[in-house]
């Protein structure tokens, strides 16, 4: 009897003492929430007006600084140590984009001369630089690590994915942090791939009946083949380019197509003006690899002249959106990973650019 009280003595003495551990958790729990809240708020309070508008002017400069300049030193964003996260403190980057010329209508060379920046365009080469190094190249290089900031590019395309770079400022959109972030933005052109465009089918005034051919067709002089002339119903396309043989180890040709390319009738013919033919095929396919039609008609010479035809459907003309395109090969298997092998990557498009910038 007395040891099962003495039991019960001891059970109340352990559930006495869960209980008070219990409370003293809870108060514990209670004392941190409260210093968590307290510094919280040291953290979100708020600038005054001389540190805001001292921010103001930073964002600003920096916004005008990216979208005007290319960056320092010339070619920044080809430095080999940018692929592996290696960044000079040497690298304060720009985002503007040089023009480029056309050499022979076949490839682009980057003009030196400052005078040649385009004016409001961006490259999106450079912007995946940035966003692959950016706390070292925006951050520390740029802002000399006073600040953190965030960039976002969203096109007005909506077949092309906004790009998101940086430190994560977005949550600040609700509260009175929003009082320690600024924002700019601007409406500016970021060029894509559209580098590496050999020919733009659609850059031509397609008005039917009046449009002239830049180059006379090779298929109107020759009387052995069918006159390219245009007709009632449809149009003939035809451009010459030339390509050179070593080019194919370094670039992958081909034909990108809007999805629209399938609902637009249009044939096509590729041939070497040395081998003409009449194989009209029809154009049903986004994406189409030239490389081994080109490899096997240069067996035995180091460059050709090269036509290309495209019959197109006068009514359906706005359905053929077509560029010939010349892809490093090292970046091909890249873009088409990204989902970024599509004729909207291949076009200077309009983009909306934010900074985001605070204190730290
Ligand atoms: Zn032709």
């Known amino acids: 009897m007395i040891d099962e009280l003495n039991d019960l003595i001891r059970d109340k003495c352990g559930l006495l003492y869960s209980t008070e551990l219990l409370l003293s958790i809870l108060l514990l729990v209670f004392i941190i929430g409260i210093i968590a809240n307290l510094s919280d708020d040291l953290n979100e309070r708020i600038l ?16 005008d600084y990216l979208l005007s300049n290319p960056g320092n030193p010339e070619n920044w964003e080809d430095d080999e140590g940018l692929n592996s996260g290696i960044v000079s403190q040497n690298i304060i980057p720009g985002l503007a984009k040089k023009n480029k010329k056309i050499d022979n209508g076949e490839f682009y060379d980057e003009s030196a001369s400052d005078e040649m920046i385009m004016s409001n365009a961006i490259s999106y080469h450079k912007l995946m630089k940035v966003k ?9 290089n740029l802002l000399n690590g006073s600040y953190r900031s965030s960039m976002s590019i ?14 994560d400022l977005e949550d600040s959109d609700d509260n009175v942090n929003d009082n320690n972030i600024v924002t700019v933005e601007r409406k500016v052109k970021c060029d894509f791939y559209s580098n590496f465009v050999v020919y733009d089918f659609n850059d031509l005034e397609l008005s039917g009946e009046d449009y002239d051919r830049e180059n006379l067709c090779n298929h109107d002089t020759n009387p052995n083949l069918e006159n390219h002339s245009n007709d009632v119903q449809s149009i003939w396309l035809c451009k010459n380019f030339r390509v050179y043989r070593n080019s194919l180890e370094d670039y992958d040709y081909c ?73 490093p090969k090292n970046m091909t298997d890249d873009l088409m990973s990204n989902d970024e092998l599509n004729y909207d990557y291949f076009k200077v498009q309009d983009v909306r650019f934010i900074l985001k910038i605070g204190y730290k």
Not at 132 to 140: F, H, K, P
Not at 280 to 286: D, T
């Open 255 to 327: 034909l990108i197509s809007d999805e629209s390319i399938k609902n637009s009738g249009t044939n096509w013919i590729l041939e070497s003006l040395n081998r003409t033919n009449e194989d009209e095929k029809l154009l049903n396919q986004e994406v189409i690899g030239l490389n081994s039609f080109f490899l096997e008609d240069m067996e035995n010479s180091s460059d050709e002249i090269y036509s290309i035809h495209f019959n197109l459907e006068k009514n359906r003309i706005n359905d053929f959106r077509t560029v010939l395109v010349a892809i």
């Open 132 to 140: 692959n190094n950016y706390d070292s190249l925006v951050d520390v």
């Open 154 to 167: 969203y096109p007005l395309n909506s077949k092309i994915r906004p790009i998101l770079m940086g430190n």
């Open 48 to 63: 005054d007006e001389e540190e805001f508008s001292s921010l103001e002017k930073i964002a600003v400069e920096t916004t």
